[in-house]
C-alpha cells in the first residue's frame, strides 16, 4: 500500500505486504528529518532518523527515503504486521532542536 | 528512566477557569518542548526550554497561556482563563543535545473545557 502523505491520509494495507508511507517537507533548508509513530492514546514514538546529506537510512523493518530535489521522504515498513497500525507523522528541523511536524497519516493493517 | 512524565492524564475544566499541566522531562535532557495536537491543526509547537530559559514561544497561542521551566526537573504549561476551544491533547517532550532530534514525548494531557 501507498499513501500521498497530506493529500491521501489514511493507508489500509494487508498484513505482511510492505506499507509506503509519503511526506512532503516544506524547508529546503532543513537538515534533519524524523518519523514518528503515534499510537492511539499515546504521545508520538521516535522510529527513525535521516541527515539531509544522505538519501536512505535502513532500521529494523523500516527503511527511510529522501529525494531533496522534490522535497520528498517517504517511510517503508517491511512485512506490516498488526502492531503497525497507528498514526505516522514526518517531522523536519527547522532550527536549533525546533522541529515542524506533517498532519499524519493513518495506517490501518487488515488481518 | 521512567520517561517524560506528565500530569494530569485527563482535565476537565469549566471555561473562565484556570488550568496547570506539568511536565518531569527525562533527567539528563536540557531541551523540554510543548505541543498541542487537535484534528484540525495537527501536533503545534507552543513553546521550548533550552537549559531552563525560553527560546521560541511564537507558538503560544496568545497572553492566556504561560509556560514555566523553574529547574531542570519541572516546567507547567497555564491557561488562564481557559476557554472551549483550548481542549486538546497537550504533549511535553524532552531532548538532549548531542543525541538528535528524536524527541521523547509524554503519555500526554487531555484538556476538555465545558
Known sequence: GESVGLHLPTLSVQEGDNSIINCAYSNSASDYFIWYKQESGKGPQFIIDIRSNMDKRQGQRVTVLLNKTVKHLSLQIAATQPGDSAVYFCAENMNDYKLSFGAGTTVTVRA | ?114
Request: hydrophobic share 30%; charged share 20%.
Open chain 2, 1 to 114: 528512566d521512567a520517561g517524560v512524565i506528565q500530569s494530569p492524564r485527563h482535565e476537565v475544566t469549566e471555561m473562565g477557569q484556570e488550568v496547570t499541566l506539568r511536565c518531569k522531562p527525562i533527567s539528563g535532557h536540557d531541551y523540554l518542548f510543548w505541543y498541542r495536537q487537535t484534528m484540525m491543526r495537527g501536533l503545534e509547537l507552543l513553546i521550548y526550554f533550552n537549559n531552563n530559559v525560553p527560546i521560541d514561544d511564537s507558538g503560544m497561542p496568545e497572553d492566556r497561556f504561560s509556560a514555566k521551566m523553574p529547574n531542570a526537573s519541572f516546567s507547567t504549561l497555564k491557561i488562564q482563563p481557559s476557554e472551549p476551544r483550548d481542549s486538546a491533547v497537550y504533549f511535553c517532550a524532552s531532548t538532549r543535545r548531542g543525541q538528535g532530534y528524536g524527541y521523547t514525548f509524554g503519555s500526554g494531557t487531555r484538556l476538555t473545557v465545558v
